[in-house]
């Protein structure tokens, strides 16, 4: 990688929060510097604008892009547009759902390789270097791209959201792409006083709840201890509770303060979804993997000790 | 319309629930150990068989299971051919389980390109080992065709392909025109239905067809990347565990130790 | 009449009684006996249309095991109250037919027989008495069903009642008739039947000879008819049981019991039952053996949960199904193949029609019922078959036993989400595995550890526990371990016979190197399934289970307990061990050994209550109710201050229940070999 061409962060700008946007701006900006390239950064919300203004504060080309479906169709085709226009060797996302989709069509499309899921970026030599878990988080992979564009998509928290300077101007521009897919219907998150990926407290439950009544619970310790309620992919398949709640390598990345995991074996995928925070295990087995990865275990049966807790947890707060 | 022709792509990978502590690299060869665990049917891909056996079931969609894999290794085609998909084809060649994503795209874009008439590629979202979670997208960008990714329902309506996908939090239903490549998520209305034992039975029997990975004229793509370290991390978090006579103590003690480490 | 006092004891037959009324009495005696064989024939008919049985063996054992259950009433006696009512009124017509037949030997064959000392001491004294005990035997049933209104006997018929009545009818008239002779012929022997003589004192002041005479042969008439009728209808009511109890014990399967039928997936068209077509003729037999007495309902633990199974009902509803529908499956079994289909296409299905899924679901296999059945219904060669139709054919199968098959599948151990290896729990132990021994049936026991040490560690301690005792005694053993694959039990008890098969064949190379060592286990289902069912597969092990074994230690000196532990303990007999195996007193002669103090719970040993995860249903998302509550409730009762058992799913069971009963309430859940541990160090 010589020191033609730019870092791009893509991000969407959706709402008030492009925490992702802004991580992976974080992202272009570190990698960038150590490359001697420029940082350019997009915004694919609905709308574009927030995000687009948010990156312009770090004093970095910010644009806001509009026209297209906001589906996974068009956003390549915007994406691999920009990838042209400025030359983009790296492409940084953040690896949600749709990140994670953009990476590879992307990449085949402008000729390049996608990665998923890093948790670090290195330049080492000139190269650019991914770190990824693999094997459901059983192991670590590093790996080189060899072509570019690399399109790399970031968990969460791999990079600090870029900080804010005054000063920088958003271009709007106008991109409008048909997308193949018709939308029929949209059906909105529900929604949540918290986000998942936002929370500062998870109560995450798995396998060895047992069944739906047992996740009422364990949303009323979530909400005494002023947290959201998640779940193992296992308690997603069994039906006991809604996929938007599901953490996990293919689920949600959360990174609370305090994490409990309530019947989850931790032998999954689960765990990568937990980019930080202190955890909490309750399990009946104290032999569970869930005790190698938790700072705090408590063994038992959890139809006794999650009552308890939320006993315990009322009480000092003085209620 | 005559009944639309669906092919799933099935990949049998190491056994996904397979304990932390009997995993191991093989560090010659950056790949898990051999004989570490047994390769099995992944969770995914078993989800993507059961959306297009419930379009079988709809409109009598003729289902095709496709796998690359390692000629020995059969599971997948196997467990398909019980649950009764109309055909098996295995691309046989060794040491599948780590082919970069572009070569097995091409691959299959080479398979998919003798059989006839397909109307819908359905996969998993990623295959539960490498995780890498870009074959499908590979290949529709390489057929050109459209993509939904993360779908939970499929359905037909006369002729038009409707899907319900997860979108940004939420969920989209929109109409997916034909050719198309689907890839599926987990959902509790996609477990694998079990096999009639006479299926069962049957499987073992029926023929899976072969094609060799050097027939289908592939290897023209370059890897995209280099492996350049696989490790397992070493594990340092040392658990305390609460002590209490019962659940009421040890829930006491629990919330004066997250006092103490102010995270309540 | 006076002079017979030099003369032999004896009586005239058919006094009083003119020719007309004799003749009365063969004609009405042969339509009776024609249409209780015309009654007999329907019900035939009905069993030829099963498929084979092979139950033929072994005539010498299977007759020996009527004789001993007809005289010595042991199934009946289990409820004590009943058996020995019914022990009355068995006996009772009993001797009085015997008194029939003798008379027709006498009066018909011309055979003297019925005189002098044998006609004192058999045809009148005998059987006066136990004319007695019928009266009274029949008076107590109607009592228990009329009066007391017993609960297992469930809703009464208009035909319980007649019968009823006919019987102490036939009984009572058969005094009067001893009574009106004894009185009217002055009979020098007529102290020798003292009812009929009490009755004669009465009848005496009431009329004369003559009119005695008289009132005699009318009531012999009613006596004849009665009797004859009720003969007739014996095929068509409860009554029948006469015939179908001793017939159906002698078809009985024989050798170790609960072993369900094998099935040859190469060769078998039907692999569950799905119509009654697919019923064995014994099947079908039992349907009509049962007389819905209720023992089985009474003692079934899921009925006593509420849930809606009820053996008795299987049976009978069954039962129902193939009489209503009798003439169809008559012609459906005589027609070809291909038209069977046709005619029998409108039938509900079996399972889920006739029996509903929940009721076969709801069965944890604890034997209790087969156990109970005076007249040897085998429930279990009902129920499984049926839920092998569900789980092969029809893939309804609970939550959780998807999930347990997919294991079974992809890992071949029963348990989702297990992370433990085989190998795990006995690392540091310092044993030798199977795969490391030269020559294995030079071993004294090999250690099959069951999947269960997989899915916690309180079970592995269990194992761990086993393996120190072994120690100790210096038994030379191996572990099977990472060899193992699931013994198949969760699979074959949830109708997944074809799984079953599978990891029963996987283990046969491992367990035939074996030879005569035996195979240990502290699992009652996989002993079960290594011990008796893998002989199906033709793999003959001897096997032993670790109460057994940590007994023989004891009594021959090889494990010296020295420190008694002084406390009360409840043994709950795992059903595996207790009713299937037949083995309930080697855990407590351990116990005891240990110094240990038995309280024993009022359901116990042989009559054991289910800990409710048998039946596979440890896999259940939803299992039957809580079973398992209901049996630690009873356990806690007995007021013992450990609670102790012999198997690890009983043990989860136990500790579950105690749990919820007592929440940290120190009433400690063990093991046999965790308390014997305690005692030895």
């Not at chain 3, 002098?116 to 045809?123: I, N, Q, S």
Request: charged share 20%; aromatic share 6%; net charge neutral.
């Amino acid at each position: 990688m010589s020191g033609i061409g730019t870092v791009l962060a893509v991000g969407w700008g959706d709402g008030a929060s492009d925490r992702p946007g802004a991580e992976a701006l974080g992202g272009a900006l570190a990698v960038a510097a150590k490359l001697g390239l420029t940082a350019v950064y997009a915004s694919l919300g609905d709308p574009p604008e927030p995000g687009a203004e948010a990156a312009a504060a770090s004093g970095v080309r910010a644009l806001a892009v509009r026209g297209g479906a906001g589906d996974a169709e068009s956003l390549t085709a915007q994406i691999v547009a920009l990838v042209e226009e400025f030359a983009a060797v790296v492409v940084l996302i953040a690896a949600d759902d749709r990140g994670r989709q953009l990476a590879p069509r992307v990449a085949a499309r402008a000729g390049g390789v996608g990665v998923n899921n890093a948790t670090a970026l290195e330049v080492i030599e000139g190269s650019l270097h991914v770190t990824r878990p693999v094997f459901g988080g059983k192991a670590m992979c590093r790996l080189v791209p060899l072509r570019v564009p690399a399109v790399v998509s970031l968990r969460s928290r791999t990079f600090e959201p870029a900080p804010g300077a005054p000063g920088g101007s958003v271009e709007v521009r106008s991109m409008p792409v048909q997308s193949r897919v018709r939308l029929i219907e949209n059906i909105p998150p529900v929604l949540e006083e918290e986000h998942l990926e936002d929370a500062r407290v998870v109560v995450s439950g798995g396998r060895g709840m047992g069944d739906a009544e047992a996740f009422a619970a364990l949303e009323e310790l979530a909400g005494a201890l002023g947290g959201v309620l998640g779940a193992s992919l296992a308690a997603v398949d069994q039906g006991w509770v809604s996929p938007s709640r599901q953490v996990g390598l293919t689920g949600k990345v959360v990174s609370p303060e305090l994490y409990v995991a309530v019947g989850i074996s931790g032998a999954s995928q689960h765990l990568a979804g937990l980019a930080s925070g202190v955890v909490l295990a309750i399990n009946k087995d104290a032999k569970a993997p869930i005790f190698e990865s938790a700072q705090l275990g408590l063994i038992g049966d959890a139809k006794l000790l999650v009552p308890a807790l939320i006993s315990a947890v009322r009480a000092t707060r003085g209620g | 319309m005559s009944a639309p022709h669906v092919v799933v792509l099935l990949k049998d990978i190491l056994d996904p629930e397979l304990p932390g502590s009997r995993f191991r690299i093989d560090p010659g060869r950056l790949e898990p150990a051999e004989g570490v665990g047994s390769a099995i049917l992944g969770p995914f891909e078993r989800s993507a068989l059961e959306l297009a056996l419930k379009l079988k079931d709809a409109v009598g969609a003729r289902v095709t299971a496709l796998s690359v894999g390692d000629p020995g290794v059969l599971d997948g085609l196997r467990k398909a051919l019980a649950v009764r998909v109309d055909a098996a084809i295995q691309v046989g060649l060794k040491g599948a389980a780590n082919l970069p994503p572009e070569a097995t795209a091409e691959l299959l874009v080479a398979a998919l390109g003798r059989l006839v008439d397909v109307d819908l590629v359905v996969a998993g979202r990623q295959a539960g080992d490498w995780d890498h979670g870009q074959v499908a997208y590979l290949l529709a960008e390489a057929l050109g065709w459209p993509c939904v990714g993360l779908v939970r329902r499929a359905r037909y309506e006369g002729d038009e392909l409707q899907v319900l996908h997860d979108h940004a939090g939420g969920q989209r239903l929109v109409s997916v025109p034909s050719p198309a490549v689907l890839t599926v998520t987990n959902d509790d209305a996609l477990l694998l239905r079990m096999a009639r034992v006479s299926d069962l039975m049957a499987a073992q029997r029926r023929p899976i067809e072969r094609f060799e990975a050097s027939e289908l004229g592939s290897g023209s793509s370059t890897p995209g990347f280099k492996i350049a370290d696989l490790w397992v991390p070493a594990r340092t978090s040392v658990c305390e565990f609460i002590p209490g006579e019962g659940p009421e103590e040890q829930a006491v003690n629990a919330v004066r130790r997250l006092q103490e480490m102010r995270l309540l | 009449m006076g002079v017979l006092l030099a003369a032999e004891p004896t009586r005239q037959i058919q006094w009083g009684v003119n020719a007309a009324m004799v003749d009365f009495m063969y004609a009405s005696m042969t339509v009776a006996l024609l249409v209780f064989s015309y009654g007999v024939w329907r019900r035939i008919r009905v069993w030829r249309l099963g498929r084979p049985a092979a139950r033929f063996d072994h005539p010498l054992e299977r007759g020996l095991g009527v004789l001993r259950e007809i005289l010595g009433h042991t199934r009946l006696v289990r409820d004590r109250a009943a058996g020995i009512v019914h022990w009355l009124v068995f006996f009772g017509i009993a001797v009085l037919f015997m008194a029939t037949v003798v008379v027709f030997i006498q009066h018909d064959l011309g055979i003297g027989i019925m005189r002098g000392a044998f006609y004192l001491y058999f045809e009148s004294l005998t059987v006066d008495v136990f004319g007695v005990f019928a009266i009274v035997g029949v008076a107590a049933f109607v009592v228990r069903r009329y009066v007391i209104r017993v609960g297992r006997l469930g809703p009464s018929e208009p035909a319980d009642a007649l019968l009823a009545a006919a019987l102490l009818l036939i009984l009572c008239t058969g005094y009067l008739l001893q009574g009106s002779r004894i009185a009217a012929t002055h009979d020098p022997w007529g102290l020798w039947s003292p009812a009929g003589y009490l009755v004669s004192l009465l009848l005496g002041r009431l009329w004369s000879p003559a009119q005695l005479e008289l009132v005699h042969g009318w009531v012999w008439t009613f006596h004849v008819a009665l009797w004859h009728t009720v003969l007739a209808v014996i095929p068509f009511t409860r009554l029948f049981h006469l015939v179908m109890a001793p017939v159906n014990l002698y078809f009985r399967a024989l050798g170790a019991p609960g072993v369900p039928a094998a099935i040859d997936f190469e060769s078998e068209a039907a692999i569950g039952l799905a119509s009654a077509l697919d019923l064995s003729w014994k099947q079908l037999m039992d349907l009509d053996a049962c007389v819905a007495c209720g023992r089985c309902e009474a003692v079934c633990p899921a009925f006593a949960e509420g849930k809606p199974l009820s053996p008795r009902s299987v049976v009978l509803d069954l039962r129902q199904h193939v009489r209503e529908n009798s003439r169809v499956l008559r012609r459906a079994r005589r027609a070809a193949p291909g038209e069977r289909e046709s005619l029998t296409q409108g039938l509900p299905r079996l399972a889920g029609g006739v029996i509903k899924e929940e009721a076969i679901w709801a069965c944890t296999t604890c034997r209790a019922c087969e156990d109970a059945c005076p007249v040897g219904v085998e429930h279990l060669s009902l129920i499984l078959p049926l839920r092998r139709d569900l789980a092969m054919e029809q893939m309804r199968v609970p939550d959780g036993v998807r999930e347990m098959v997919v294991s079974l599948e992809d890992r071949q151990q029963p348990f989702r989400g297990a992370s433990a290896a085989r190998a795990d729990w006995y690392q540091d132990l310092g044993v030798r595995q199977l795969s490391d021994v030269a020559d294995p049936s030079q071993l004294e026991v090999v250690y099959w550890a069951g999947c269960a040490v997989l899915s916690s560690p309180r079970v592995a301690s269990v194992a761990r526990a086993v393996v120190k005792l072994l120690q100790a005694a210096e038994v030379d053993f191996a572990v099977v371990g990472a060899q193992e694959v699931c013994c198949g039990d969760p699979a074959r008890r949830s109708g997944n016979e074809f799984h079953y098969d599978q990891l029963a064949r996987q283990n046969r190379p491992t367990l035939a190197s074996i030879g005569d060592a035996r195979v240990l286990t502290h699992c009652p289902h996989c002993l079960q399934a290594l011990g008796a069912e893998y002989r199906q597969m033709g793999l003959v092990l001897k096997s032993v289970h670790h109460t057994e074994l940590i007994q023989e230690l004891i009594d021959s000196g090889r494990l010296h307990l020295t420190r008694p532990l002084a406390s009360t303990v409840t043994f709950h007999d795992p059903c595996y061990l207790s009713r299937y195996r037949g083995q309930t007193q080697a855990p407590r002669e351990a116990l005891a050994a240990g110094g240990l103090r038995l309280l024993e719970m009022a359901r116990s040993g042989r009559d054991s209550f289910c800990c409710g995860s048998g039946g596979s249903h440890a896999f259940f998302r939803d299992p039957v109710g809580r079973i398992n509550r209901n049996r630690a409730e009873q356990a806690l009762k007995t007021g013992a201050e450990t609670v102790c058992t012999a198997c690890p799913f009983c043990l989860t069971m136990m500790e579950e229940g105690v749990e919820v009963a007592r929440p940290g309430g120190g009433v400690p859940v063990r093991d046999v070999a965790e308390l014997v541990l305690e005692a030895l160090i």
